[in-house]
T-cell receptor
Framework: KAGVTQTPRYLIKTRGQQVTLSCSPI?????VSWYQQTPGQGLQFLFE???????NKGNFPGRFSGRQFSNSRSEMNVSTLELGDSALYLC?????????????FGDGTRLSIL | AQKVTQAQTEISVVEKEDVTLDCVYE???????LFWYKQPPSGELVFLIR??????QNEISGRYSWNFQKSTSSFNFTITASQVVDSAVYFC?????????????FGTGTRLTIIP
């Protein structure tokens, strides 16, 4: 069974640009969560989608947004990039609903802002 | 608010030694899940274990064991006879047990280095 797939693995952008990251969950998983990992702040929850609806949102500015498609694939968008957005962005999927199953993570997208 | 504290930032041990990683949590919820994840240099977070707050039984899986003590809000992880492949950053995490809430609150992680 294929794991969580995130693309691209690495990305370099400049300040002010915008970026879209993609996440394909494990087959059958309907919940997709996004996390930002930085040396200073550690792992922080961005948001979670289930059946194309955002169910939870972390404490990030509106420049960070996401969406989920009918096949459960998810994208995350960051607009007007800032130097502080440089981070490893991790996507996690789970069955969701009342399944009480743990989340499984992808390899992440490492975003560098110049 | 939920909080997870991993006081040990870095630990180094010689191969074959036992090592315990500490995790202390705070939550107002009466039911919750606790997790341990491993992050090797590749970056992927690898799921190791999930424990429901109702289940205080310790668990052993091969060289790994977990000690959950609700009275002290701790969920410690022990690796017995450590190996070089155990070198990684280990994260303890906490989540609510609520339909519709998949959010994980992570600790800051413990970097474990196993010296050959």
């Amino acid at each position: 069974k294929a794991g969580v797939t995130q693309t691209p693995r690495y990305l370099i952008k400049t300040r002010g640009q915008q970026v879209t990251l993609s996440c394909s969950p494990i087959s059958g998983h309907r919940s997709v969560s996004w996390y930002q990992q930085t040396p200073g702040q550690g792992l922080q929850f961005l948001f979670e989608y289930f059946s194309e609806t955002q169910r939870n949102k972390g404490n990030f500015p509106g420049r960070f947004s996401g969406r989920q498609f009918s096949n459960s694939r998810s994208e995350m968008n960051v607009s007007t990039l800032e130097l502080g957005d440089s981070a490893l962005y991790l996507c996690a999927s789970s069955l969701g609903g009342n399944s009480n199953q743990p989340q499984h993570f992808g390899d992440g997208t490492r975003l560098s802002i110049l | 608010a939920q909080k997870v504290t991993q006081a040990q930032t870095e630990i180094s041990v010689v191969e074959k030694e036992d090592v315990t990683l500490d995790c202390v949590y705070e939550t107002r919820d009466t039911t919750y899940y606790l997790f341990w994840y491993k992050q090797p240099p590749s970056g992927e977070l690898v799921f190791l274990i999930r424990r429901n707050s109702f289940d205080e039984q310790n668990e052993i899986s091969g060289r790994y064991s977990w000690n959950f003590q609700k009275s002290t809000s701790s969920f410690n992880f022990t690796i017995t006879a450590s190996q070089v492949v155990d070198s990684a950053v280990y994260f303890c995490a906490l989540s609510e047990v609520n339909f519709g809430n998949e959010k994980l609150t992570f600790g800051t992680g413990t970097r474990l280095t196993i010296i050959p």
